[in-house]
Protein backbone atom coordinates (compact mmCIF):
# COMPACT_ATOMS: atom_id res chain seq x y z
CA UNK A 1 0.00 0.00 0.00
CA UNK A 2 1.34 3.00 -1.20
CA UNK A 3 1.44 6.04 1.52
CA UNK A 4 -0.99 8.76 -0.47
CA UNK A 5 -3.27 5.86 -0.78
CA UNK A 6 -6.83 5.90 1.47
CA UNK A 7 -9.18 3.26 2.38
CA UNK A 8 -12.67 4.45 3.43
CA UNK A 9 -15.76 2.60 4.57
CA UNK A 10 -19.42 2.57 4.66
CA UNK A 11 -21.12 0.58 7.11
CA UNK A 12 -25.04 0.91 8.05
CA UNK A 13 -25.86 -0.18 11.23
CA UNK A 14 -29.23 -0.94 10.59
CA UNK A 15 -29.42 -3.19 7.49
CA UNK A 16 -25.22 -4.06 7.79
CA UNK A 17 -24.67 -3.28 4.60
CA UNK A 18 -21.14 -2.65 3.60
CA UNK A 19 -18.36 -1.17 1.44
CA UNK A 20 -15.24 -0.74 1.50
CA UNK A 21 -13.64 1.73 -1.24
CA UNK A 22 -11.01 4.21 -2.28
CA UNK A 23 -13.47 6.53 -2.49
CA UNK A 24 -13.49 6.83 -6.64
CA UNK A 25 -16.58 4.93 -7.07
CA UNK A 26 -19.02 6.58 -4.50
CA UNK A 27 -20.38 8.80 -7.13
CA UNK A 28 -23.35 5.69 -7.61
CA UNK A 29 -24.10 6.93 -4.31
CA UNK A 30 -26.85 9.24 -3.20
CA UNK A 31 -25.20 11.68 -0.80
CA UNK A 32 -27.11 13.46 1.68
CA UNK A 33 -26.32 17.36 2.11
CA UNK A 34 -24.85 18.98 4.95
CA UNK A 35 -24.20 21.80 6.43
CA UNK A 36 -21.33 23.15 9.20
CA UNK A 37 -22.07 23.06 12.84
CA UNK A 38 -21.84 26.34 14.68
CA UNK A 39 -19.22 25.80 17.36
CA UNK A 40 -19.19 29.26 19.40
CA UNK A 41 -21.74 32.33 19.84
CA UNK A 42 -21.19 35.35 17.42
CA UNK A 43 -19.76 37.85 20.01
CA UNK A 44 -19.48 41.74 19.51
CA UNK A 45 -16.56 43.80 19.87
CA UNK A 46 -17.25 47.07 21.42
CA UNK A 47 -13.47 48.16 20.28
CA UNK A 48 -13.79 47.18 17.09
CA UNK A 49 -17.55 48.40 16.61
CA UNK A 50 -18.64 45.01 14.97
CA UNK A 51 -19.35 41.73 15.21
CA UNK A 52 -16.52 38.88 15.58
CA UNK A 53 -17.27 35.90 13.11
CA UNK A 54 -17.94 32.51 14.92
CA UNK A 55 -16.54 29.63 14.24
CA UNK A 56 -17.78 26.52 12.07
CA UNK A 57 -16.81 22.19 11.95
CA UNK A 58 -17.42 20.47 9.23
CA UNK A 59 -19.47 17.33 9.41
CA UNK A 60 -18.65 14.10 7.62
CA UNK A 61 -19.78 13.13 4.21
CA UNK A 62 -23.19 10.98 4.59
CA UNK A 63 -24.73 8.91 2.47
CA UNK A 64 -28.12 6.75 2.04
CA UNK A 65 -27.49 3.07 2.28
CA UNK A 66 -28.88 1.42 -1.06
CA UNK A 67 -30.09 -1.07 0.52
CA UNK A 68 -32.87 0.21 3.31
CA UNK A 69 -31.86 4.05 2.60
CA UNK A 70 -30.58 4.80 6.38
CA UNK A 71 -28.03 7.49 6.62
CA UNK A 72 -24.41 5.99 6.29
CA UNK A 73 -21.17 8.03 7.09
CA UNK A 74 -18.08 7.71 4.99
CA UNK A 75 -14.96 6.67 7.59
CA UNK A 76 -11.39 6.35 6.67
CA UNK A 77 -9.85 3.21 7.64
CA UNK A 78 -6.34 3.21 9.11
CA UNK A 79 -3.62 1.18 7.67
CA UNK A 80 -3.47 -1.52 10.65
CA UNK A 81 -0.30 -3.01 9.93
CA UNK A 82 1.65 -0.05 9.08
CA UNK A 83 0.48 1.60 12.82
CA UNK A 84 1.40 -2.20 14.35
CA UNK A 85 5.14 -2.26 11.86
CA UNK A 86 5.55 1.07 13.66
CA UNK A 87 5.42 0.40 17.00
CA UNK A 88 7.12 -2.62 16.88
CA UNK A 89 10.16 -0.78 15.36
CA UNK A 90 9.86 1.90 18.36
CA UNK A 91 9.60 -1.27 20.85
CA UNK A 92 12.93 -2.59 18.73
CA UNK A 93 15.07 0.58 18.96
CA UNK A 94 14.13 1.12 23.12
CA UNK A 95 15.72 -2.37 23.58
CA UNK A 96 18.27 -1.81 21.42
CA UNK A 97 18.90 1.47 22.98
CA UNK A 98 18.27 -0.16 27.05
CA UNK A 99 20.94 -2.66 25.83
CA UNK A 100 23.38 -0.44 24.51
CA UNK A 101 22.99 1.82 27.86
CA UNK A 102 23.66 -1.02 29.77
CA UNK A 103 26.50 -2.44 27.91
CA UNK A 104 28.22 1.53 28.23
CA UNK A 105 27.93 0.90 31.91
CA UNK A 106 29.04 -2.62 32.04
CA UNK A 107 32.26 -1.62 30.46
CA UNK A 108 32.69 2.12 32.35
CA UNK A 109 31.77 -0.07 35.91
CA UNK A 110 34.82 -2.51 34.34
CA UNK A 111 37.00 0.32 33.95
CA UNK A 112 36.70 1.78 37.37
CA UNK A 113 37.65 -1.83 38.81
CA UNK A 114 40.36 -1.93 36.48
CA UNK A 115 41.63 1.69 37.82
CA UNK A 116 40.62 0.86 41.23
CA UNK A 117 42.38 -2.81 41.01
CA UNK A 118 45.88 -1.06 39.21
CA UNK A 119 46.04 1.58 42.39
CA UNK A 120 45.46 -0.76 45.41
CA UNK A 121 47.65 -2.97 43.90
CA UNK A 122 50.70 -1.04 43.37
Given at each position: MT???????L????C?????????????????K?S?I?????????V?????E????????K??????G??V????????Q?????Q?E????????????E??????NR???????????S
Amino acid sequence: MTDGYKIFQLYCDRCHWKKITNGEDIGSLYEIKTSSIQTSLPKYDDVAKKTVETKFQKQNRKFKCPSCGHSVILKQITDTQKSLDAQKEIEKRTTERKELEESILREQNRREYEKKDRIEGS
